[in-house]
Protein backbone atom coordinates (compact mmCIF):
# COMPACT_ATOMS: atom_id res chain seq x y z
CA UNK A 1 0.00 0.00 0.00
CA UNK A 2 1.11 3.22 -0.83
CA UNK A 3 0.83 5.84 1.84
CA UNK A 4 1.05 9.37 1.24
CA UNK A 5 1.35 12.14 3.33
CA UNK A 6 -0.04 15.50 3.27
CA UNK A 7 0.46 18.97 5.42
CA UNK A 8 -0.90 22.50 6.27
CA UNK A 9 -1.33 24.33 9.01
CA UNK A 10 -0.13 21.72 11.05
CA UNK A 11 -1.51 18.90 10.41
CA UNK A 12 -0.21 15.92 8.59
CA UNK A 13 -3.04 13.72 6.92
CA UNK A 14 -2.24 10.63 5.66
CA UNK A 15 -4.10 8.54 2.54
CA UNK A 16 -4.01 6.25 -0.01
CA UNK A 17 -4.73 7.41 -3.65
CA UNK A 18 -5.52 5.05 -6.67
CA UNK A 19 -5.58 7.06 -9.59
CA UNK A 20 -7.67 5.73 -12.97
CA UNK A 21 -6.37 5.62 -16.55
CA UNK A 22 -9.37 7.27 -17.35
CA UNK A 23 -11.49 9.17 -14.41
CA UNK A 24 -14.66 10.52 -15.05
CA UNK A 25 -14.40 11.59 -10.82
CA UNK A 26 -13.21 11.35 -7.87
CA UNK A 27 -14.19 9.57 -4.52
CA UNK A 28 -12.99 10.77 -1.38
CA UNK A 29 -13.61 7.92 1.52
CA UNK A 30 -13.73 8.93 4.64
CA UNK A 31 -13.16 6.62 7.97
CA UNK A 32 -15.83 5.89 10.18
CA UNK A 33 -14.82 4.30 13.99
CA UNK A 34 -11.68 2.99 14.71
CA UNK A 35 -10.91 -0.26 16.47
CA UNK A 36 -8.12 0.54 17.42
CA UNK A 37 -6.64 -3.07 17.65
CA UNK A 38 -6.05 -2.27 14.34
CA UNK A 39 -3.59 0.07 14.50
CA UNK A 40 -3.27 4.05 14.81
CA UNK A 41 -3.54 4.59 10.80
CA UNK A 42 -6.43 3.07 8.90
CA UNK A 43 -8.12 3.45 5.88
CA UNK A 44 -11.03 2.01 5.71
CA UNK A 45 -12.84 0.62 2.87
CA UNK A 46 -9.23 0.79 0.65
CA UNK A 47 -9.69 -2.87 -0.84
CA UNK A 48 -13.03 -1.85 -2.40
CA UNK A 49 -11.31 0.28 -4.89
CA UNK A 50 -11.65 -2.15 -7.61
CA UNK A 51 -15.38 -2.33 -7.40
CA UNK A 52 -14.65 1.64 -8.96
CA UNK A 53 -11.00 2.13 -10.88
CA UNK A 54 -12.33 1.64 -14.64
CA UNK A 55 -14.32 4.95 -14.41
CA UNK A 56 -13.56 6.58 -10.77
CA UNK A 57 -10.00 7.52 -8.91
CA UNK A 58 -10.53 6.86 -4.89
CA UNK A 59 -9.02 8.74 -2.44
CA UNK A 60 -9.05 6.64 1.63
CA UNK A 61 -8.43 8.78 4.27
CA UNK A 62 -6.97 8.37 7.45
CA UNK A 63 -8.42 10.47 10.69
CA UNK A 64 -5.24 12.39 11.89
CA UNK A 65 -7.51 13.41 15.05
CA UNK A 66 -6.98 9.77 15.92
CA UNK A 67 -2.81 8.59 16.56
CA UNK A 68 -0.50 7.17 19.03
CA UNK A 69 -1.17 9.63 21.69
CA UNK A 70 -4.55 9.33 22.17
CA UNK A 71 -6.59 6.40 22.98
CA UNK A 72 -9.89 8.24 20.84
CA UNK A 73 -11.95 5.59 18.44
CA UNK A 74 -13.70 8.00 16.73
CA UNK A 75 -12.40 11.99 15.44
CA UNK A 76 -14.87 13.37 12.92
CA UNK A 77 -11.84 15.51 11.53
CA UNK A 78 -11.48 17.87 14.18
CA UNK A 79 -7.83 17.47 14.48
CA UNK A 80 -5.85 18.14 17.31
CA UNK A 81 -4.98 21.95 17.57
CA UNK A 82 -5.25 21.84 14.14
CA UNK A 83 -8.41 22.18 11.65
CA UNK A 84 -8.20 18.57 9.82
CA UNK A 85 -11.29 19.08 7.87
CA UNK A 86 -9.34 22.24 6.12
CA UNK A 87 -6.21 20.36 5.85
CA UNK A 88 -8.40 17.92 4.09
CA UNK A 89 -10.01 20.30 1.87
CA UNK A 90 -6.89 21.72 0.77
CA UNK A 91 -5.78 18.12 -0.33
CA UNK A 92 -8.71 17.80 -2.19
CA UNK A 93 -8.42 20.87 -3.85
CA UNK A 94 -4.63 19.38 -4.93
CA UNK A 95 -5.69 16.44 -6.13
CA UNK A 96 -8.73 17.42 -8.17
CA UNK A 97 -6.50 20.45 -10.05
CA UNK A 98 -3.88 17.99 -10.38
CA UNK A 99 -5.79 15.62 -12.18
CA UNK A 100 -7.71 17.51 -14.57
CA UNK A 101 -10.97 17.32 -13.37
CA UNK A 102 -13.22 19.84 -11.59
CA UNK A 103 -15.14 20.29 -8.35
CA UNK A 104 -18.01 18.78 -10.02
CA UNK A 105 -16.37 15.53 -10.70
CA UNK A 106 -16.33 15.30 -6.56
CA UNK A 107 -18.06 12.67 -4.58
CA UNK A 108 -17.49 12.80 -1.17
CA UNK A 109 -18.31 9.15 1.01
CA UNK A 110 -18.84 8.19 4.48
CA UNK A 111 -20.89 6.50 6.79
CA UNK A 112 -20.93 7.16 10.48
CA UNK A 113 -18.44 9.49 11.57
CA UNK A 114 -17.38 9.55 7.83
CA UNK A 115 -20.59 10.64 6.81
CA UNK A 116 -20.29 13.55 9.06
CA UNK A 117 -17.30 14.54 7.04
CA UNK A 118 -18.30 13.98 4.24
CA UNK A 119 -21.46 16.27 5.18
CA UNK A 120 -19.22 19.04 6.13
CA UNK A 121 -16.95 18.82 3.17
CA UNK A 122 -20.28 19.46 0.71
CA UNK A 123 -20.14 22.80 2.34
CA UNK A 124 -17.21 23.46 1.18
CA UNK A 125 -17.44 21.99 -2.58
CA UNK A 126 -20.99 23.25 -3.39
CA UNK A 127 -20.59 21.25 -6.78
CA UNK A 128 -19.86 17.82 -5.35
CA UNK A 129 -21.98 15.08 -5.08
CA UNK A 130 -22.07 13.27 -1.30
CA UNK A 131 -23.30 10.05 0.09
CA UNK A 132 -23.80 9.79 3.50
CA UNK A 133 -25.02 6.60 5.63
CA UNK A 134 -26.29 6.89 8.60
CA UNK A 135 -24.16 9.86 9.82
CA UNK A 136 -23.83 11.99 12.53
CA UNK A 137 -25.02 15.58 11.97
CA UNK A 138 -24.88 17.10 15.34
CA UNK A 139 -21.74 15.25 17.35
CA UNK A 140 -23.36 16.93 20.70
CA UNK A 141 -26.13 14.68 20.03
CA UNK A 142 -23.70 11.64 19.65
CA UNK A 143 -23.17 9.21 22.92
CA UNK A 144 -21.45 11.48 25.59
CA UNK A 145 -18.57 9.46 26.69
CA UNK A 146 -16.94 9.23 22.79
CA UNK A 147 -17.87 12.36 22.29
CA UNK A 148 -16.32 14.36 25.45
CA UNK A 149 -13.04 12.37 24.60
CA UNK A 150 -13.20 13.85 21.17
CA UNK A 151 -13.65 17.48 23.05
CA UNK A 152 -11.04 17.11 25.56
CA UNK A 153 -8.84 16.21 23.33
CA UNK A 154 -9.28 18.31 20.72
CA UNK A 155 -10.33 21.74 22.26
CA UNK A 156 -8.79 20.88 25.87
CA UNK A 157 -9.10 24.73 26.39
CA UNK A 158 -12.07 26.02 24.75
CA UNK A 159 -15.81 26.39 26.06
CA UNK A 160 -17.65 24.02 24.21
CA UNK A 161 -20.38 26.99 23.03
CA UNK A 162 -17.96 28.64 21.56
CA UNK A 163 -19.32 29.81 18.08
CA UNK A 164 -16.16 28.29 16.42
CA UNK A 165 -16.71 24.69 17.92
CA UNK A 166 -19.95 24.70 17.29
CA UNK A 167 -19.67 24.95 13.85
CA UNK A 168 -16.73 22.60 13.85
CA UNK A 169 -19.42 19.94 15.69
CA UNK A 170 -22.50 20.06 13.31
CA UNK A 171 -23.79 20.02 9.81
CA UNK A 172 -26.42 22.57 8.57
CA UNK A 173 -27.11 22.25 4.62
CA UNK A 174 -25.80 25.38 2.60
CA UNK A 175 -28.57 26.52 0.14
CA UNK A 176 -26.20 29.05 -1.29
CA UNK A 177 -24.90 27.58 -4.51
CA UNK A 178 -25.76 24.25 -3.71
CA UNK A 179 -24.97 22.66 -7.34
CA UNK A 180 -24.37 19.14 -6.40
CA UNK A 181 -26.15 16.36 -5.13
CA UNK A 182 -26.28 15.17 -0.83
CA UNK A 183 -28.19 11.52 -0.37
CA UNK A 184 -28.24 10.81 3.40
CA UNK A 185 -28.65 7.21 3.42
CA UNK A 186 -30.51 6.39 6.37
CA UNK A 187 -31.70 2.95 8.32
CA UNK A 188 -34.72 3.11 10.20
CA UNK A 189 -33.37 0.52 12.28
CA UNK A 190 -30.60 2.60 13.41
CA UNK A 191 -33.61 4.29 15.53
CA UNK A 192 -30.26 6.20 17.48
CA UNK A 193 -29.28 8.48 14.61
CA UNK A 194 -33.26 8.25 13.10
CA UNK A 195 -34.07 9.96 16.27
CA UNK A 196 -30.94 12.29 17.65
CA UNK A 197 -29.35 12.94 14.02
CA UNK A 198 -31.37 13.16 10.79
CA UNK A 199 -34.94 13.51 12.45
CA UNK A 200 -33.17 16.79 13.81
CA UNK A 201 -32.52 17.76 10.79
CA UNK A 202 -35.24 16.80 8.41
CA UNK A 203 -37.35 18.74 11.43
CA UNK A 204 -34.92 21.81 10.97
CA UNK A 205 -34.96 21.74 7.18
CA UNK A 206 -37.83 20.76 5.24
CA UNK A 207 -36.62 20.91 1.47
CA UNK A 208 -35.26 17.99 1.84
CA UNK A 209 -36.97 15.13 -0.76
CA UNK A 210 -37.32 11.52 1.29
CA UNK A 211 -37.26 8.17 -0.73
CA UNK A 212 -38.20 5.44 1.60
CA UNK A 213 -36.82 2.30 -0.15
CA UNK A 214 -37.33 -1.65 0.31
CA UNK A 215 -34.16 -2.28 -2.16
CA UNK A 216 -31.12 0.08 -3.12
CA UNK A 217 -32.07 -1.02 -6.48
CA UNK A 218 -35.07 0.95 -6.34
CA UNK A 219 -35.04 4.20 -7.73
CA UNK A 220 -34.15 7.07 -6.15
CA UNK A 221 -33.03 9.31 -8.96
CA UNK A 222 -33.26 12.99 -7.89
CA UNK A 223 -32.73 16.24 -8.99
CA UNK A 224 -33.11 18.15 -6.05
CA UNK A 225 -30.10 18.86 -4.15
CA UNK A 226 -31.02 17.48 -0.33
CA UNK A 227 -32.01 13.94 -0.19
CA UNK A 228 -32.79 11.86 2.04
CA UNK A 229 -33.44 7.97 1.61
CA UNK A 230 -34.85 5.54 3.96
CA UNK A 231 -33.98 1.97 4.22
CA UNK A 232 -34.87 -0.49 6.88
CA UNK A 233 -32.13 -3.18 7.59
CA UNK A 234 -32.76 -4.53 11.09
CA UNK A 235 -29.88 -6.77 11.27
CA UNK A 236 -27.50 -4.05 10.19
CA UNK A 237 -28.87 -1.34 12.58
CA UNK A 238 -25.93 1.60 12.78
CA UNK A 239 -23.43 -1.13 10.40
CA UNK A 240 -23.66 0.33 7.25
CA UNK A 241 -24.22 -1.63 4.14
CA UNK A 242 -22.18 -4.64 2.45
CA UNK A 243 -19.75 -3.72 -0.23
CA UNK A 244 -21.73 -5.03 -2.65
CA UNK A 245 -24.87 -2.90 -1.50
CA UNK A 246 -22.71 0.12 -1.35
CA UNK A 247 -21.94 -0.65 -5.20
CA UNK A 248 -25.97 -0.72 -5.69
CA UNK A 249 -25.98 2.73 -3.62
CA UNK A 250 -23.20 4.23 -6.10
CA UNK A 251 -24.81 2.78 -8.72
CA UNK A 252 -28.32 4.41 -8.44
CA UNK A 253 -27.03 7.14 -8.23
CA UNK A 254 -24.66 7.70 -10.68
CA UNK A 255 -25.62 5.37 -13.04
CA UNK A 256 -22.19 3.11 -13.79
Given at each position: ????????????????????????????????????????VQFQ?????????????????DDPT????????????????????????????????????????????????????????????????????????????????????????????????????????????????RYGK???????????????????????????????????????????????????????????????????????????
Amino acid sequence: MDVKSFSFNGCELKYVYHESLCPEKIIFFFPGAYDRSKGDVQFQRNSWFPDYIEKYSCVFFDDPTIDENNNLTIGWFQGDRSNALCCASQLVSKIVKDSGLSNKDVVFFGSSAGGFVSLKMSNIYTESTVVAINPQIYLNKFYPRLYSAMIDICYPDQVENDNDIIERISYSPELTGRYGKVFIIQNKSDTFHLVNHVGVLQKRFNFFRVFDVTSFQEGFKSENSFNIVFYDDAVLGHNPPSRYDTKLIMKEIFGF
